[in-house]
C-alpha cells in the first residue's frame, strides 16, 4: 500500500495546530527527504529534513558508542524552544518544534499519541 502524504499532513496539520505551544512538525525519511511538513514560514523544509535525520543517526551511534542502548528520542533545548526528534518506526524520523512555554509532559504525551497515527498510515 501507498503512503498517503495527504493523510500525513493532515495528521501534521492537526497536531500543529491542535497541541498548545508546538510552532511546527516534520515527517521525514531516514535519509533526509520530507514526507510531510507543517513548518513555520520561511523554513527550509528540505534543509530541516535532512539536519533530523542526520541528528537522529548521530544519536543512536551515540546511545550505541556509550552503551545507552536504542534512543528513544533527541531533545534539544534552545532559548527560544524546543526541537524533539523520534523515530517514527523504520522508515522516518518525526521532528516537533515547540515555545519555551510547552508544557513537557503533555508534549510528550501528544508526541506519543500521534506517533501512533503516523505509524498506521505508513504500514
Same mark, same amino acid.
Given at each position: 500500500?501507498?503512503?498517503?502524504?495527504?493523510?500525513?499532513?493532515?495528521?501534521?496539520?492537526?497536531?500543529?495546530?491542535?497541541?498548545?505551544?508546538? &510552532? $511546527?512538525?516534520?515527517?521525514? =525519511?531516514?535519509? @533526509?527527504?520530507?514526507?510531510?511538513?507543517?513548518?513555520? !514560514?520561511?523554513?527550509?523544509?528540505?534543509?530541516?529534513?535532512?539536519?533530523?535525520?542526520?541528528?537522529?543517526?548521530?544519536?543512536?551511534?551515540?546511545?550505541?558508542?556509550?552503551?545507552?542502548?536504542?534512543?528513544?528520542?533527541?531533545?534539544?533545548?534552545?532559548? &527560544? $524552544?524546543?526541537?524533539?526528534? =523520534?523515530?517514527? @518506526?523504520?522508515?522516518?524520523?518525526?521532528?516537533?518544534? !515547540?515555545?519555551?512555554?510547552?508544557?513537557?509532559?503533555?508534549?510528550?504525551?501528544?508526541?506519543?499519541?500521534?506517533?501512533?497515527?503516523?505509524?498506521?498510515?505508513?504500514?
Amino acid at each position: 500500500m501507498a503512503i498517503s502524504t495527504e493523510k500525513l499532513n493532515m495528521v501534521l496539520q492537526q497536531f500543529v495546530t491542535a497541541t498548545s505551544d508546538v &510552532q $511546527g512538525a516534520a515527517l521525514v =525519511t531516514p535519509d @533526509g527527504l520530507p514526507l510531510a511538513t507543517s513548518l513555520p !514560514a520561511g523554513m527550509d523544509e528540505e534543509r530541516v529534513s535532512a539536519m533530523s535525520a542526520a541528528m537522529l543517526s548521530l544519536g543512536e551511534r551515540i546511545g550505541s558508542e556509550l552503551a545507552r542502548g536504542g534512543v528513544d528520542r533527541i531533545y534539544v533545548e534552545g532559548d &527560544q $524552544g524546543y526541537g524533539v526528534l =523520534t523515530s517514527c @518506526g523504520e522508515d522516518a524520523v518525526f521532528l516537533v518544534l !515547540a515555545s519555551k512555554a510547552a508544557k513537557q509532559g503533555v508534549l510528550m504525551l501528544e508526541i506519543k499519541r500521534t506517533l501512533g497515527e503516523l505509524k498506521l498510515l505508513m504500514m
